[in-house]
């Protein structure tokens, strides 16, 4: 039972921090990771309340709980907190909201898994490995994908908006509907193949956006860059910021801590500036204008401030130690 539990709460946490990762560009918040993985659990109660008092009241039975009300419900609830993040602004591009969209349904995952195992009693060590690959990861990666549409969608229109998240969320409502009927008619061998195809391959599917719309973003930012007249060697800074703590970490007893780190930082901010620059070319968010001029001066403000710190002569030598096809971008998009 304890290995049944530390599995059911790790291996989630472990498929969290690999998504974590992939977000090169925008500065790694950690806070607002945890805010949303708190959500997650926070809306699994939520639903739990909800549904129990459904059934409760004979309402629902718990076949209809389970095929219409737990997709529908659930979904929604993790949804809302992406959806929130989105309204604020505090997305920048498809890939954070892919990660915080995880994180809400990895914290949902991680809370119903809790239960489950508790009320199993002598749930086994397969039982426990087979609901993370599958039902887990499948609360993560629809959350995810709503996350990265909402990220992908930002500057648009609040109608335009709610257009594709509508539709993005029945569509994830739908999968979660058909897992759940294919559990439902399932059993053994074939049930826990069925399940963890579908919790692995949404995974992938998710994993296949991320690695797309990195590559989009890193052509958008150096646009972006090129049209403020930002010189190359800056461009590849911001678009380049995992390389340079690549870099940055294997000269750091040369450099310095203190200084190594502000040079991570400072690549980070660039790539920061750089995908505000663009939010702010395609925005058709008059009413947020205000707001995203004030990202991008505290942005800046930064920067020059790091110009300060580092100096001239560290930050051209950073960006000698750039590999050379990468500075070989062209100088237009």
Known sequence: ?????????????????????????????????????????????IALIIQ?????????????????????????????GIFYLARRLYLRYAVD?????????TGFAIAENMLYLSLAG??????????????????????????????????MRFRNRVIIDVITLVSMILVHHVYNVVTLNLE?????????????????????????ALRAERKWINQALIAEGVPLGDRMLAMEPELVAQMVEHHREEIG??????????????AQRGMILRTMSMSQREDDDA??????????????????????????????????PAVSLPAEA
């Open 122 to 155: 002598n749930a086994s060590f397969e039982v426990a490995v087979a609901r993370v690959l599958s039902v887990s990861l499948l609360h993560a990666y629809t959350t995810g994908i709503i996350g990265a549409v909402a990220g992908a969608t930002i500057y």
């Open 257 to 270: 801590a203190e200084r190594a780190d502000l040079l991570v930082r400072y690549s980070r901010l660039m």
């Open 291 to 324: 707001a995203l001029q004030q990202q991008l001066d505290d942005v800046n403000r930064q920067i020059d401030t790091m110009h300060d710190q580092l100096g001239l002569y560290t930050r051209v030598w950073l960006q000698n130690m750039l590999p050379a």
């Open 1 to 45: 039972m304890i290995l049944a539990v530390l599995i059911a709460i790790v291996i989630p946490l472990i498929f969290l921090y690999v998504i974590w990762t992939l977000e090169i560009y925008a500065v790694r918040r950690v806070g607002l990771l945890a805010a949303s993985f708190a959500w997650g659990i926070a809306a699994f109660f």
């Open 188 to 212: 053994g061998t074939y049930l826990i193949v069925s399940a963890v195809i579908i919790g692995m391959g949404g995974t992938g599917i998710l994993i296949a956006i991320i690695t797309f």
């Open 97 to 105: 909201g892919a990660a915080y969209g995880f994180a809400i349904g």
């Open 52 to 80: 129990s008092e459904l059934m409760r009241l004979t309402l629902l039975t718990p076949l209809q709980v389970r095929l219409y009300s737990a997709p529908i419900l659930e979904e929604t609830l993790q949804a809302l």
